[in-house]
């Protein structure tokens, strides 16, 4: 007797993203950070940096109220344009999706500032060392959170926004000790 089985199709490999795929779908657009995901370095470091820049160009146009408003729009919109994303590109949390460090670095912006440029910089390398060494409670988070769906693009912001917490809490306990 002989075996009819056919063999899985083989799943398709997972997609690198390019401009074109950025500019393909809108949610590709915001998810990777309008480009600065595209780094093929460090993107969420690159992520992070345009976050950082998007905020001081907006504050010159925007009350502390709407750029609060802002962020809580940002998100829906993230979880929306990370699920899509991720799911397009076949990976359960694509390093080039950056919309996460945007987010996560835009409540850190909005809760810290105003701050001078050193106190800044330190918020940068605290916010992008819990996000990138994954310890403790970031650490939970990315991990309770991986899959496919509105739980994968919850779990891609997820950790990021455990990551701002703790790099509030940082610098809370920095300004009270300084």
């Known amino acids: 007797m002989t075996d009819t089985t056919a063999p899985a199709p083989a799943s398709p490999p997972p997609l690198r993203p390019t401009v074109h795929f950025m500019l393909s779908h809108p949610a590709h657009l915001v998810a990777l950070g309008f480009g600065s995901g595209l780094a093929r370095f460090a993107p969420g470091t690159w992520g992070t940096a345009w976050a950082w820049l998007a905020w001081l160009v907006l504050q010159l146009w925007l009350t502390p109220a709407q750029l609060a408003s802002l962020v809580l729009l940002s998100l829906p919109l993230g979880w929306w344009a990370c699920t899509v994303t991720a799911t397009h590109m076949r990976v359960a949390d694509p390093s080039s999706v950056v919309w996460d460090e945007v987010v996560g670095f835009w409540i850190v912006l909005l809760l810290w500032l105003p701050a001078r440029w050193p106190e800044q910089l330190a918020a940068f390398v605290l916010f992008r060392l819990f ?17 496919a769906g509105w739980r994968g693009g919850f779990g891609i912001l997820f950790d990021d926004l455990v990551a701002a917490f703790c790099t509030l809490l940082v610098l809370a306990l920095w300004r009270t000790w300084a």
Do not use: M, N, Y
Request: glycine share 18%.
């Open 131 to 147: 996000d990138a060494v994954k310890r403790g409670p970031v650490g939970w988070a990315d991990r309770s959170f991986k899959g």
